[in-house]
């Protein structure tokens, strides 16, 4: 028998970017658990697409995040023909990969006005008709649910305007959750990992940069748009009743690394031989092993000794315990690191 905490049939949610990509996986999953869902998109035949799509009961409508009047129409729109809005899933999203020094201030301001101003102005909308409607025996009146991204925590290069657009929705959630928790509207996100879509796809399959991002992966490989479906489900489900200003992130544990791996090299006070100040990890005559041994640990053993050498298992390389320039090779090669060092066991600088 399913647990009934999970159980989202019947509510009404409408998701915006809801005919492609993550929306569009996040749509028809909540459609399949029983949700009446009205899918959202600028594009007119991705509409009636959707519509068939979705199937009976369910609905796709032209709407720009973008736009306030277009955002208000399709929240009319679903009020009227659904009776009330239980969910709103803010999924539109634009991305450009261009050097920061090219990029003209227009092009900046027209991904953050979709990717942030347009998650407020769907929120904001959805927002005045929840704070309106009958509660429910806990006192809550609608879950609003922001897809935010892995560029919320780490900037990839050149795309510096998806990572700051993408980094205040994260902000954008917080705030929202803190100021409408007074009216029974708990707001969520989702942070994706890497997960191709046709967003995303010219930059990350079959380029450098896929590699990379996939060499870096426990698993090896790119997420599939359904495996966000379960975390969204449980965001605006009775079960999240107490949860709300969150971002869930679902990335095959990419995003830690990101945010880690220099700073858990050798973290401050963990092993007394090992010193962490201001980016510069230190170690004391032939304490390298406890260096490595420091960095498997919080690292997932990335890193081994056997026989009194180092192999890195992403590479392959093998070098002396005691050759700190084959260890800063290494940690260049396989995480992206430059390291500066004069070839004697001692202070090693780290840095991006």
């Known amino acids: 028998m399913p647990y ?8 009404v949610c409408l998701v915006t970017g809801g005919t492609s990509g993550i929306g569009r996986a996040i749509a028809l999953g909540f459609a399949k658990a029983g949700a009446k869902v009205i899918a959202g998109s600028t594009n007119p035949e991705k509409v009636a697409a959707s519509k068939q799509e979705l199937g009976p009961g369910n609905d796709a409508v032209r709407l720009d995040v973008s736009n306030v009047e ?69 006192g809550l009146r609608g879950s609003i649910l922001n897809v935010a991204s892995l560029n919320s925590f780490a900037s990839f290069t050149e795309v510096l305007a998806y990572a ?9 959630t917080r705030g929202l959750a803190n100021e409408w928790a007074q009216f029974g509207i708990r707001v969520n996100g989702i942070a994706p990992g890497v997960f191709p879509t046709d967003l995303n796809r010219p930059l990350i399959e079959g380029t450098p940069r896929g590699e990379w991002l996939k060499k870096h992966t426990p698993l090896g490989r790119f997420g599939d748009a359904d ?12 079960s999240a009743s107490f949860t709300s200003g969150e971002t869930i992130i679902v990335d095959e544990n990419r995003t830690d690394p990101y945010l880690g791996e220099i700073r858990k090299i ?40 056997a026989d009194q050498r180092i192999a890195d298992l992403r590479v392959g390389g093998q070098f002396d315990a005691t050759d700190v320039d084959g260890f800063v090779k290494a940690l260049h090669k396989a995480y992206g690191l430059n390291a500066q060092s004069d070839g004697r066991p001692g202070d090693i600088l780290l840095t991006r």
């Open 4 to 11: 009934p905490g999970l159980d989202i049939s019947g509510k």
């Open 227 to 238: 495996e966000l479906v379960g975390a969204a489900i449980y965001l605006i489900s009775d």
């Open 70 to 138: 277009s955002v208000r129409s399709a929240v009319e729109h679903v009020v009227k023909a659904y009776g009330r809005l239980d969910a709103m899933v803010n999924a539109a999203g634009v991305i450009k990969r261009q050097p920061s020094l090219e990029m003209p201030p227009e092009e900046f301001e027209r991904i953050v006005r979709v990717n942030l101003v347009g998650n407020f102005i769907v929120a904001q909308a959805a927002g005045r008709v929840m704070k309106d409607q009958k509660p429910d025996r806990k």
């Open 164 to 172: 700051s657009s993408k980094s205040g929705v994260m902000g954008l």
């Open 266 to 305: 050798a973290p401050l006070e963990v092993n007394r031989k090992l010193e962490w100040t201001d980016g510069r990890i230190g170690f004391e005559g032939e304490s390298l092993s406890a260096a490595i041994a420091e960095f498997n640990r919080y690292n997932q053993r990335q890193l081994h000794i």
